[in-house]
């Protein structure tokens, strides 16, 4: 049986490249893959760093996100009236 990777993530926000927040999966201290929030597109999506990452890694890092990032986006308050 295989030895399961030491997952550790890092919850990180972006409002340079992109307008969001999301958590940065580590496996065994090497950046695997990112779920990230993307507010400005209204999107949630995950970006893979490393092959073939096993899918109970994926699993637990949905988990992670859902845990540790609120779903509703936030609102750009340029765009609103006030």
Not at 8 to 33: M, W
Not at 56 to 73: G, N, T
């Amino acid at each position: 049986m295989d030895k399961s990777p030491k997952i550790t993530f890092v919850v990180a926000s972006d409002v340079h490249h992109r307008d969001g927040i999301g958590i940065e999966i580590y496996l065994d201290g090497a950046l695997a893959l990112e779920i990230f929030r993307d507010d400005a597109r209204k999107s949630r999506e995950v970006s893979l760093y490393k092959r073939d990452v096993p899918l109970i890694v994926i699993e637990e890092s949905i988990e992670i996100f859902k845990r540790e990032i609120p779903w509703a986006f936030i609102e750009d308050h340029e765009s609103s009236p006030n």
